[in-house]
């Protein structure tokens, strides 16, 4: 009898913290009414941004008027806490830029060097980048800098955030705060030489994200396989440790983020929050990291953050079940997007790792996927092939935007590609195709990455060619070489910052500098805006259905191009033109 | 004397429950494990594990069918 009653409720215990309590919980999700949330207008900022929810089709970012806006942005590494140095023992160093907002003011910019992986992030690059037409900036944080100590919170770090938020505000640029992190951490150590046979010693310049506090590799060691920086027995443990809650991290994790959400609760110039950069499995596999682990995971930041409590009450500094929700900090922030990225072995398969479900009744939930075809998918890192020469994604490029629309409708989000970017000799073909496959699929992106020194291996991938990081590392450099010229071409776009029509198509060439957008609005419908760059210089033609003429505004981003309709289809064009060269470099 | 393949559903049946696509096997085990207790006239015993490995097997792809079916057709 006892020893019944001991399988039942094993039974009954391994079922709620397994798939059938998740799922059951996921159902309870969706059919919780959506928090109620008023955006309230305030001069002279930008419009408070949220999630619609069309019937039938796949949600997307809108503005105060329900228009569904594209971001199109890149992301600055300026204000990651990355490793430094030419010598690799030395594995702590100290952040390398300045934290103190001071050091940048007045449109100071500290020095770059050639030692650390980024130049410092200034206002001079906001301004470049609205210059560019970009209307987005996908700020990349760092844990280690926002809670150096455990429960201490970096105020002044908190305040850089906020000076670059100002600018961005400035120029007229949404930001999203990103959560980032490569390899966990730039503290899990370097082990010199690798105990274990076929690895190679770590090498730190890439890796960032978690406080040393929160580093737990168990004694693990620390090299790499196959050249890829997650391929580390140290990070993975490092990672496992993370999503198991061991020693409460994750909800240190979690209290950090809410402080961040604290401080930009009211600011509408943030989009949102991504709660956490390209996240690796660890020890874990695919369905059940991202369903038992991940995604609850950012169900408890948003239950933190919004006070939603979807997920159940649960003990917060021990191991904590799918079902686990976490409890309100009190923020209440009810206005901001959360990017929920797909787990890292996405990237590799550019194909779903397991069927989401939904995560939140909170609404305004963004899916982040990161297309790195042909760089990071197996046909590259196993097989080895160039681009050209792939045989895998067998969907090409469209693959991995058609399956995440499915995932992003699936769990209740829209869709929007917070990371893609590639070695720079491919721009012609995969840069190509992936902004092609985002007109598509009326998808707003952030590139990787704007500015970058130098690259360990291969090209850097920055907007701009690197510096000189052969010679003379202790002496201060340029923050960057050239503007990379097909980089401009192909980034500096038209393209259809906000409509009413959720439906419309558009194509720029970004050889001609042509632009074509058709779309259907009724009448009364808010206007439909197109932002043409500096760059491009092309007539700006309108015809069909649209009452009077466009409306054409210039600011530094460009000219901006606004059209009432007047009920029925219109269409707006630019005609070809040449393109503006950048300032001579 | 306990049929082996009581304790074999069991262990699939519970591990079917965070890994789906085991329970076809747990459901398999349990069974054929019933039926020979059934038939064994009180020689072999086991039937609770059996049972909850029966049941757990089919919680674990009631869960994974109605997950695919949500993502298939739901959205």
Known sequence: MIQRLGLAIAFVVLALLTYPGADLLSLAVRLTPAPVTTYPAVQGSLAWLHVEHPSGR????????????????????????????ADHSKTAAPPFYPV?????????????????????????????????????????????????????????????????????????????LDMHQNAYSRFVGRSDPPPLPGGSPADMWDNSGAPAWATITDGFPSETYSGQRELNPA??????????????????????????????????????????????????????????????????VIDAVTGVSDGLPCLTQIFMPAVCGFPDAGVHDLRHLFFLDTGLL??????????GLPVSSYPNLALGIHPYTHGYTVDALVLHQTPDKA???????????????????AIGAALFVTEFGNDPTWDPLILANELAEQEQHLVGSAFWTWKENCAVNGNSWGMFDPIDCKQDLTAPKPVSGCLRTTREEMLARVYPVASADPNLAYRYDAKTG???????????????????????????????????????????????????????????????????PAAAC | MRDRSATRALVLGLLSLPFGLLSPFAIWSGS???????????????????????????????????????????P
């Open chain 1, 58 to 85: 796949t949600p997307f970012i809108a503005d105060d008027q329900g228009r569904m806006v594209l971001l199109h942005g890149a992301i600055p590494g300026g204000l990651i806490d990355f490793w430094s140095g």
């Open chain 1, 100 to 176: 103190d907002p001071a050091a940048y003011a007045g449109g100071r910019c500290p020095a770059n060097y050639a030692i650390v992986k980024v130049p410092p992030l200034c206002e001079k690059d906001i301004e470049e980048m609205a210059a560019m037409g970009f209307n987005s900036i996908r700020l990349a944080l760092t844990w280690s800098l926002l809670e150096p100590e455990r429960g201490h919170f970096n105020l002044q770090y908190f305040d850089r955030i906020a000076q670059v938020v100002g600018w961005a505000k400035a120029a007229g640029m949404y930001v999203i």
């Open chain 1, 235 to 300: 990070v993975l443990e490092a990672e496992n440790n993370f999503w198991y809650n061991r020693d409460g991290i994750q909800a240190e994790y979690i209290a950090t983020v809410a402080m961040l959400a604290r401080r930009f609760k009211d600011d509408s110039t943030v989009v949102g929050y991504s709660l956490f950069n390209e996240p690796m499995p660890g020890w874990n596999l695919p369905p059940g990291f991202e369903d038992l682990l991940l995604f609850p995971f950012y169900r408890r």
């Open chain 1, 346 to 355: 996405r990237e590799v398969t550019d194909f779903p790792t397991h069927l």
């Open chain 1, 391 to 409: 045989t895998y994604p067998w969907g090409g490029y469209d693959q991995t935007y058609s399956l995440a629309e499915r995932e992003a409708r």
């Open chain 1, 514 to 580: 042509a632009f074509i957008l058709r779309a259907t609005s009724r009448f009364g419908d808010p206007p439909t805006a197109v932002l043409v760059p500096p760059d491009v210089t092309g007539a700006v033609s309108v015809s069909g259905a649209v009452a009077g003429e466009a409306v054409v505004s210039e600011s530094a981003s460009g000219r901006t191009v606004t059209v009432y309709p007047a009920g029925g289809e219109f269409s707006i064009e630019v005609a070809a033109a040449p393109l503006r």
């Open chain 2, 32 to 74: 054929r494990s019933l039926s020979r207790i059934r038939s064994s006239g009180g020689a072999l015993h086991g039937t609770a594990r059996a049972l909850v490995g029966l049941l757990a097997g089919l919680t674990g792809a009631v869960f994974l069918v109605a997950g695919v079916l949500y993502w298939l057709f739901v």
